[in-house]
């Protein structure tokens, strides 16, 4: 039987990230821990965590980090992430959390870091292709600038402990899909 994947999932917005986390979800069926589907949900439902994030979301911010490392270590001790390995899509954003995720999981308690590189000017086409409701043009440059400033030195840092492997994300989403397959199939 196939070892359950414990993975972490970066990519700029507009990298297509989200269509292949679904498809990871499919094939390898381990929980899909998104940050940001877990804050909407918040938001929506009108938590205390939802209170919390809100501001910061709807300004294209990154909700702060001690919010952030809380949310994610309580998710993760949930007994369906034992039984069936895990998808981190939207954490960690920033290298405080990426090290604080590996202090709570340990080097051994994730099989690999994915990066999804497609390069800013091509991410820049696509999003001003589509039209959602977040991508005001102010809150996609902010999101696009933190994530070169802070979730960029988050992807270094796995490539500095040998757990990083960069996928090309240009591309049809098969082809994509299949590379990046590829790469995890490899490591389990
Ligand atoms: P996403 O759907 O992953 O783009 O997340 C939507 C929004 O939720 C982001 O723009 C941030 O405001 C917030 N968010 C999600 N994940 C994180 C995280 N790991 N750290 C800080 N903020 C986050």
Redesign the pocket.
């Known amino acids: 039987m196939t070892k359950c994947p414990r993975l972490i999932i970066f990519g700029r917005?507009g990298a297509g990230k989200g269509t292949q986390c679904a498809l990871l979800i499919e094939r390898y069926g381990a929980v899909h821990i998104?940050?940001?589907?877990i804050?909407?949900a918040a938001v929506a439902e009108g938590t205390e965590l939802g209170r919390q994030?809100d501001a910061?979301?709807s300004a294209?911010?990154?909700?702060?980090?001690e919010?952030?490392i809380g949310l994610?270590k309580d998710r993760l001790l949930q007994d369906d992430v034992e039984t069936h390995g895990f998808l981190l899509?939207?954490?960690?954003?920033?290298e405080a959390?990426a090290r604080a995720l590996i202090e709570t999981l340990g080097a051994a308690g994730f099989d690999l870091a994915v990066n999804i590189e497609v390069p800013l000017a091509t991410v820049r086409e696509r999003i001003a292709g589509r039209n959602r409701a977040?991508d005001n043009s102010e809150?996609v440059d902010r999101?696009l600038q933190d994530y070169e400033d802070k979730t960029m030195p988050a992807v270094r840092w796995f490539g500095s402990i040998g757990k990083l492997v960069e996928i090309d994300g240009v591309g049809a989403e098969d082809e994509v899909f299949t590379r990046l397959s590829n790469v995890v199939d490899s490591h389990l």
Not at 89 to 94: A, V
Request: net charge negative; glycine share 10%.
């Open positions: 917005q998104s940050t940001g589907d804050l909407r994030a910061f979301m294209g911010n990154l909700v702060p980090d919010v952030m994610v899509d939207g954490f960690p954003r920033t959390q977040d809150a999101r």
